[in-house]
């Protein structure tokens, strides 16, 4: 099945500092990609939408100047926390979609869990 | 979007079928169903999707009746490792798609 990858799986930063997250679909060409963010036991919540080539399109009450997302290719997205503060902390999840329509499944990475301390 | 309503919770035990029920009253026409289990600390996991009536893979069924408003999903004799968040998906097949996570149901199976 299709595969999807996320760097790092684990990482823990100072506040103030920048943390950049990948995301790959490594099989097949993401045509859009998702990222989420979940807090402890609580449900993933939609960040933003990224097309490649394109801006993403972000949620409301979703910071873009705090979270930049970038989807240089059919392949790869990043996710770059800026700034980070404690309350960053979470659990960040991409998914990867060959289309942008509900009937198109989405492959899930394994997620980045993000301390900053 | 159409919200979706499940249980907060489940038990059940080894070798039991499991249905998980989700209301989604406000369905759209185009809007199709889609089930997915998550571990602990792991990304979600496709399971099953469908548009009505029933579908079958080798993990579960879907069972969805005539009005949509609902849809179950069954698994057939859990085991432990199917300990796990199960959330449904109600997402539009065209247009602008934004798809949303309901609470999920956690699912405990014990021995």
């Known amino acids: 099945g299709a595969v999807v990858s996320q760097h790092p799986s684990r990482v823990i930063c100072k506040s103030g500092t920048s943390v950049k997250i990948e995301c790959r679909s490594l099989d097949f060409q993401a045509t859009t990609m998702f990222w989420y963010r979940q807090f402890p036991k609580q449900s993933l919540m939609l960040m933003a939408t990224s097309n490649e080539g394109s801006k993403a399109t972000y949620e409301q009450g979703v910071e873009k100047d705090k979270f930049l997302i970038n989807h240089a290719s059919l392949t790869l997205s990043t996710l770059t926390v800026t700034s980070a503060h404690p309350e960053d902390s979470s659990f960040y999840i991409c998914s990867a979609s060959t289309g942008t329509s509900g009937s198109n499944e989405q492959f899930f990475g394994p997620g980045t869990r993000l301390t900053v301390l | 979007l159409a919200k979706t309503t499940q249980p907060i919770s489940m038990d059940s035990y080894e070798g039991q079928e499991v249905n998980i029920t989700c209301s989604h009253n406000?369905?759209?026409?185009?809007?199709?169903i889609t089930w997915y289990q998550q571990f602990p600390s792991q990304g979600p996991r496709f399971i099953i999707q469908?548009?009505?009536t029933k579908v079958t893979n080798e993990v579960a069924s879907l069972f969805i009746p005539a009005d949509r408003k609902s849809s179950t999903l069954s698994l057939p004799r859990v085991s432990l490792s199917d300990t796990a968040v199960y959330y449904c998906?109600?997402?539009?097949?065209?247009?602008?798609?934004?798809?949303?996570f309901g609470r999920g149901t956690s699912l405990i199976v014990h021995p």
């Open positions: 998906l109600v997402d539009e097949a065209g247009g602008s798609y934004i798809p949303t």
């Open positions: 406000n369905i759209a026409t185009n809007d199709y």
């Open positions: 469908g548009y009505k």
